[in-house]
Protein backbone atom coordinates (compact mmCIF):
# COMPACT_ATOMS: atom_id res chain seq x y z
CA UNK A 1 0.00 0.00 0.00
CA UNK A 2 1.41 3.37 -1.17
CA UNK A 3 0.01 6.65 0.67
CA UNK A 4 0.03 9.86 -1.26
CA UNK A 5 -0.16 13.04 1.45
CA UNK A 6 -0.78 16.26 -0.07
CA UNK A 7 -1.89 19.87 0.40
CA UNK A 8 0.57 21.48 2.47
CA UNK A 9 2.00 24.84 2.33
CA UNK A 10 2.39 28.28 3.61
CA UNK A 11 -0.51 30.25 5.85
CA UNK A 12 -1.28 33.10 7.78
CA UNK A 13 -2.33 32.32 11.41
CA UNK A 14 -6.13 32.31 11.54
CA UNK A 15 -6.28 30.48 8.15
CA UNK A 16 -6.99 27.17 6.90
CA UNK A 17 -5.51 24.53 4.71
CA UNK A 18 -7.15 20.91 4.03
CA UNK A 19 -4.44 18.08 3.50
CA UNK A 20 -5.39 14.83 1.25
CA UNK A 21 -4.25 11.32 1.82
CA UNK A 22 -4.94 9.01 -1.17
CA UNK A 23 -4.34 5.38 -0.93
CA UNK A 24 -3.09 2.73 -3.68
CA UNK A 25 -5.27 0.39 -3.55
CA UNK A 26 -8.50 -0.43 -1.17
CA UNK A 27 -9.77 -3.17 0.49
CA UNK A 28 -13.88 -3.55 1.32
CA UNK A 29 -13.00 -4.48 4.49
CA UNK A 30 -12.28 -0.65 6.04
CA UNK A 31 -9.31 1.04 7.02
CA UNK A 32 -8.21 3.19 9.84
CA UNK A 33 -6.41 6.44 8.61
CA UNK A 34 -4.78 9.08 10.69
CA UNK A 35 -3.11 11.71 10.94
CA UNK A 36 0.47 12.16 12.55
CA UNK A 37 3.00 15.34 12.77
CA UNK A 38 6.36 16.03 13.63
CA UNK A 39 7.91 19.75 14.46
CA UNK A 40 11.60 19.64 14.05
CA UNK A 41 13.22 18.93 17.23
CA UNK A 42 10.08 17.25 18.70
CA UNK A 43 8.33 14.01 18.34
CA UNK A 44 5.85 12.95 16.43
CA UNK A 45 2.45 13.12 17.55
CA UNK A 46 -1.11 12.08 17.08
CA UNK A 47 -3.35 14.70 15.28
CA UNK A 48 -6.90 12.92 13.69
CA UNK A 49 -7.75 9.42 12.87
CA UNK A 50 -10.92 8.03 11.19
CA UNK A 51 -12.30 4.36 10.34
CA UNK A 52 -13.26 4.17 7.52
CA UNK A 53 -16.56 1.53 7.62
CA UNK A 54 -17.91 3.50 10.38
CA UNK A 55 -16.43 6.70 10.45
CA UNK A 56 -15.94 6.61 13.80
CA UNK A 57 -13.23 9.83 14.68
CA UNK A 58 -10.32 10.17 17.23
CA UNK A 59 -9.05 13.66 17.71
CA UNK A 60 -6.16 14.79 20.10
CA UNK A 61 -7.08 17.35 22.36
CA UNK A 62 -4.97 20.37 20.61
CA UNK A 63 -7.14 20.34 17.36
CA UNK A 64 -10.80 19.46 18.73
CA UNK A 65 -12.94 21.78 17.32
CA UNK A 66 -10.35 23.36 14.74
CA UNK A 67 -9.84 20.34 12.51
CA UNK A 68 -12.09 17.52 10.59
CA UNK A 69 -11.03 14.33 9.18
CA UNK A 70 -13.03 12.94 6.77
CA UNK A 71 -12.84 10.46 4.14
CA UNK A 72 -14.48 10.15 0.34
CA UNK A 73 -17.14 8.05 -0.86
CA UNK A 74 -15.10 5.58 -2.51
CA UNK A 75 -13.24 5.37 1.21
CA UNK A 76 -9.76 5.84 -0.66
CA UNK A 77 -9.10 9.25 0.04
CA UNK A 78 -8.83 10.78 3.55
CA UNK A 79 -9.14 14.03 4.12
CA UNK A 80 -8.11 16.53 6.97
CA UNK A 81 -9.37 20.04 6.90
CA UNK A 82 -7.21 22.42 9.18
CA UNK A 83 -9.44 25.31 10.43
CA UNK A 84 -7.91 28.34 12.67
CA UNK A 85 -4.37 27.62 12.17
CA UNK A 86 -2.24 28.59 14.68
CA UNK A 87 1.81 28.74 14.61
CA UNK A 88 2.22 25.89 16.80
CA UNK A 89 0.44 23.78 14.12
CA UNK A 90 3.54 24.30 12.48
CA UNK A 91 4.96 20.35 11.38
CA UNK A 92 5.55 17.94 8.70
CA UNK A 93 1.79 16.07 8.32
CA UNK A 94 2.10 12.52 7.95
CA UNK A 95 -0.31 9.81 6.83
CA UNK A 96 -0.78 6.59 8.01
CA UNK A 97 -3.25 3.55 7.73
CA UNK A 98 -3.79 0.53 9.47
CA UNK A 99 -5.76 -2.70 7.40
CA UNK A 100 -6.14 -4.73 10.79
CA UNK A 101 -9.50 -3.34 12.54
CA UNK A 102 -8.57 -0.63 14.93
CA UNK A 103 -10.16 -0.21 18.95
CA UNK A 104 -10.77 3.15 18.96
CA UNK A 105 -8.44 3.04 22.13
CA UNK A 106 -5.52 2.62 20.21
CA UNK A 107 -6.32 4.33 17.11
CA UNK A 108 -3.71 7.51 18.31
CA UNK A 109 -1.06 5.28 18.45
CA UNK A 110 1.72 5.04 15.97
CA UNK A 111 2.57 1.43 15.87
CA UNK A 112 -1.08 0.83 15.25
CA UNK A 113 -0.52 1.50 11.66
CA UNK A 114 1.25 -0.61 8.78
CA UNK A 115 2.10 2.08 6.85
CA UNK A 116 2.88 5.28 6.06
CA UNK A 117 3.22 8.20 3.75
CA UNK A 118 5.70 10.49 3.17
CA UNK A 119 5.32 14.14 4.87
CA UNK A 120 3.78 16.99 4.08
CA UNK A 121 4.56 20.18 5.14
CA UNK A 122 2.67 22.85 6.70
CA UNK A 123 3.94 26.11 7.84
CA UNK A 124 1.63 28.72 9.82
CA UNK A 125 3.40 32.23 10.21
CA UNK A 126 2.45 34.85 13.07
Known amino acids: VQLQASGGGLVQAGGSLRLSCAAS????????RGWFRQAPGKEREFVAAIRTKDRNKVYADSVKGRFTISVDAAKTTVYLQMDSLKPEDSAVYYC????????????????????WGQGTLVTVSS
Open 25 to 32: SRTSSGVT
Open 96 to 115: AEDRDRTILSAMHLAASYNY
